[in-house]
């Protein structure tokens, strides 16, 4: 079956600009998850939703930074006056719930580059 | 918040040996802790995981112990396989956080033939 997609797989923006990254999770899974890798480094956390309400908002950087869930599925991370520190992947995982039982299912991730 | 320190960040095998990782934490309220996988260009996949009401877990050729005293959670990989090579991450997460996984650094795991 169709696991999470992530696009565009490969951004590349100039400082300054907007971009959106898009999710699709898993049908069926109600949680949705964004994390931010950078080279070398684990996955850290940005926020997640359960439906189409974000649960936890606290890993997002600053108010440049916001995500959307409007109709409980795809999701779209936008990132304004981008700058160079955003360069990163960006990773966006789904589990069938948020309960104990709810293994996070990652994408193959978004790879930012801000010039 | 938590912190979850996780080392070696490199390891290099031959093939069949054994490899373990280890990883610990700062934050007594957690209680689960996944390992995960990730090949180059992919996103990170799930291995194995482990809860605080259980001490060891096996799953074939992997397997994961923690200690909670201590704070501490191990990965061993037995019978190494050269497509055992990828980046393995550990995990911590709290009841009260749960969808929010804090990840190590993760470590660079090469068996070499």
């Known amino acids: 079956g169709a696991g999470v997609s992530q696009t565009p797989s490969n951004k590349v923006t100039e400082k300054g600009k907007y971009v959106e990254l898009r999710c699709d999770p898993i049908s069926g899974h109600t949680a949705l998850y964004w994390y931010r890798q950078s080279l070398g480094q684990g996955p850290e956390f940005l926020i997640y939703f359960q439906g189409t309400g974000a649960a936890d908002d606290s890993g997002l950087p600053n108010d440049r930074f916001f995500a959307v869930r409007p109709e409980g599925s795809v999701s779209t991370l936008k990132i304004q006056r981008t700058e160079r520190g955003d360069s990163a992947v960006y990773l966006c995982?789904?589990?069938?719930?948020?309960?104990?039982?709810?293994?996070?299912?990652f994408g193959p991730g978004t790879r930012l580059t801000v010039l | 918040g938590e912190n979850v320190e996780q080392h070696p960040s490199t390891l290099s095998v031959q093939e069949g040996d054994s490899a373990v990782i280890k990883c610990t934490y700062s934050?007594?309220?957690?209680?689960?802790f996944p390992w995960y996988k990730q090949e180059l260009g992919k996103g990170p996949q799930l291995i194995i995981d482990i809860r605080s009401n259980v001490g060891e877990k096996k799953d074939q050729r992997i397997a994961v112990t923690l200690n909670k005293t201590a704070k501490h959670f191990s990965l061993h990989i037995t019978e190494t396989q050269p497509e055992d090579s990828a980046v393995y991450f550990c995990?911590?997460?709290?009841?009260?956080?749960?969808?929010?996984?804090?990840f190590g650094a993760g470590t660079q795991v090469v068996v070499t033939p």
């Open positions: 995990a911590a997460t709290a009841t009260d956080s749960w969808g929010k996984l804090q």
């Open positions: 934050d007594s309220a957690s209680n689960y």
């Open positions: 995982a789904s589990s069938l719930t948020l309960q104990r039982e709810g293994e996070q299912f």
